[in-house]
């Protein structure tokens, strides 16, 4: 039969690594200066060759688990490519017996020295389910809000999720992409590929039907990031296979710390040379099992395991893209802002000025839809539209409350060629002196890129019952009045549920706001706020200090309309309230 059960599939490799004898390893120790030994990793066309190697010696020795072996490759093609991204985790022997995994090599070096992670310690890697290192505080809802209003979301996003990281830098890992995506990676999304170590090759699937291969040290494989319409895969080598368990790399894949990632065969193809960083042209191959840890002196694998990935689909207009992403608080972000940047990409909506409405939405079990909106116009609409999908999915996975299982990711973005934008240049109530109960007409004078000058106007009606004396008129745009509305009245959310809420509360730049305003003390409370006399505030002040947080508004009405463009401004204007007013 043509075709193999998968579970048949895994039998055989099962099998296979099982009967593999694992050779001893070699104490670090015994890693003396000029001893040789060999280097096996996979070159062009699959062919897994052995290469010369010296020692030349250990640094890092005073660094609590941070040695490394420096080797000079004997082989004269690697004079010509140098360490190569893809041989992170070949198998390194002396005398028969494994010292470690290749994992390091340096850009533009004229000789082909390489760092070696002594397996000793890659076989401390365990899936403890501690966070991955390279996950920083999560930004509050109005710091994400005001990012994207200046236009340095991607960045912010980048700096959360993906630190700058320093010390020695692993190999590159070099990243099979493949199918419906775009090749660029400007802007953040360059930032942060350079920053998880990642290097772009064409990859893919591979063609045909592959037959199931024993997996051996110094065989490649492929952690599977994206699969669908589109693939991302990080090539990396085996070290070595004992039982169902699997190591390689010899360095952090992707920084994912505890994973459920999965793991594929894969084949060279071919070597690129380059003066910067030589990398391997591979495809992917079947499924062989699962990453389960991705820590510091490398990957750890289960053979046979199965892992599950989150959906993850890009409308952009009438055209419509699938996709499934890993599911992990920092991978799931990015690879969501990745593909709805890379989708855009292949629909010709990144380059030049550019208005797009998008609207994202994130399914958890038994929760009801995050689902927020964002209209951007400019240059920076693409990438900063993409940083903003990132950053709703990567606010909702780092919640301090248990997260429901996710369900999908839904993006749609609508898009048009060039700016249509507005700026509101003055807000004009029609009368000052206000009184219960009635209506009060708001123009809102608007300025359109490149157009003429127009007036929109928003009804608000004054609440019966509202006392005499001052009530401001907050108007602005909607995104501009969700980051003021934070950040007058705090919301402090006490479970998942509230995060959602949260998110389903911000208002895109494309409404208009209308909002009557009085003073008001009072404190945030989990859920809302609480109205509070003066006195007690202060009592609580003295007591909680600057664990207190405190209002000074309330809001007695609010009103607003949709424009089609997004606009941008906002204003406050006060007016008094008086009952009885004579017309």
Known sequence: MKIIKRSLIFALIAFGAAAAVAEESLPLAEAKPGRTGVCITEMDG???????????????????EGEMVLVRLDDPRFEHTGIIAGMSGSPVYLDGRLLGALAFGWPFAKDPIGGVTPFERMLEIEATGMPPASLAARPEMQEILAAIGEGSVGRMLTDWLVPDRAGPQPLPVAI????????????????????????????????????????????????????????LAAGGTVTEVRGDRLWAFGHPSLGAGTVDMPLSQASVVSVMPSLYNSFKFFTVGRPIGAMIADRRAGILGRLGAEAPMVPIRVSIGDRQYAFRSVHHPVLLPLLSGYLTHASLGVRGRTFGNVTLDALVEVRYEDTEPARVAVSLAGAQAAGETAAFVGAVVGYLEASSFEVPEIESVDIRVESSEGLRSAEILEIVPERRVVQPGEELAVRFRLRPHRGDETVQTVVIKVPEGTPEGRLDLVGADGAAWTVYDLQMRPLRPADFGDEVRLVNSLQPSTELVVALERRDPGIAVAGGSLSTPPSIIMQLQSALGPNLETTAYTVFAKSGTVLPYPVSGAQRIPLTVRRGIEE
Do not use: K, Y
Not at 195 to 221: K, Q
């Open 46 to 64: 699959g062919e897994r060759v052995e290469i010369p190697l010296t020692v030349l010696g250990t640094v890092g020795s005073g660094t609590p």
């Open 176 to 231: 099979a992409v493949g199918g419906a995506v775009s090749s660029d990676q400007s802007g953040w999304i360059g930032e942060a590929w350079r920053r998880m170590g990642w290097v772009a090759s064409p990859g893919g699937a591979a063609a045909g039907e592959e037959a199931a291969r024993e997996v051996t040290p110094g065989s490649m494989v492929a952690a599977i990031l994206v699969d669908g319409d589109a693939s």
